[in-house]
T-cell receptor, first 117, second 114 residues
């Protein structure tokens, strides 16, 4: 199993450009989420999804869109890149265990380092 | 509101010292999960432990141990006999409900010197 795969690993954008960060998981996990990591601020939730067709905003959603058309994929779209979106982006997935419904830990991708100039 | 606080921004120790990383959380939910992740210099996030709110047993895994105390809303992490390979950023995180969302602390950078 590949786990959670993020592409690209590195990206440089010019201000105003748009792009999509890809995230795919092959573990059939129902929960997926996107985080950004900035120095001294930990990881902050951008958007999340509890299943195909269902998405919701996290703590810092402005400037980002998501969709979840399949269980496997959860792309993050930057509509018009700004220097404030320079960050490391992580995608994660998890699931609920059996009858107990207990949440598992989040499985993270390797991250995408984005620089907006 | 849900919040995780890791008050220690940076810790520096000499190899073989014991070190404790503090984590204090806030939530009004009765069912929640707590996690610790390690982020080595290579950048990936490595899962270390998960704790459910109804399981207050402390846990030991090799040189690592965790102390979960609901009375003080703390979930502290101790590394015994630290090694240089333990140098990393450590994150404590909270999840409430079945949404997959995590609330992270700011992280503690641990430097272990030889």
């Amino acid at each position: 199993n590949a786990g959670v795969t993020q592409t690209p690993k590195f990206q440089v954008l010019k201000t105003g450009q748009s792009m999509t960060l890809q995230c795919a998981q092959d573990m059939n996990h129902e929960y997926m989420s996107w985080y950004r990591q900035d120095p001294g601020m930990g990881l902050r939730l951008i958007h999340y999804s509890v299943g195909a067709g269902i998405t919701d905003q996290g703590e810092v959603p402005n400037g980002y869109n998501v969709s979840r058309s399949t269980t496997e994929d959860f792309p993050l779209r930057l509509l018009s890149a700004a220097p404030s979106q320079t960050s490391v982006y992580f995608c994660a997935s998890s699931y609920s265990e059996g009858v107990s419904g207990l949440n598992t830990e989040a499985f993270f991708g390797q991250g995408t380092r984005l620089t907006v100039v | 509101a849900q919040k995780v606080t890791q008050a220690q921004t940076e810790i520096s120790v000499v190899e073989k010292e014991d070190v404790t990383l503090d984590c204090v959380y806030e939530t009004r939910d009765t069912t929640y999960y707590l996690f610790w992740y390690k982020q080595p210099p290579s950048g990936e996030l490595v899962f270390l432990i998960r704790r459910n709110s109804f399981d207050e047993q402390n846990e030991i895994s090799g040189r690592y141990s965790w102390n979960f105390q609901k009375s003080t809303s703390s979930f502290n992490f101790t590394i015994t006999a630290s090694q240089v390979v333990d140098s990393a950023v450590y994150f404590c995180a909270l999840r409430s409900g079945n949404t997959g969302k995590l609330i992270f602390g700011q992280g503690t950078t641990l430097q272990v010197k030889p």
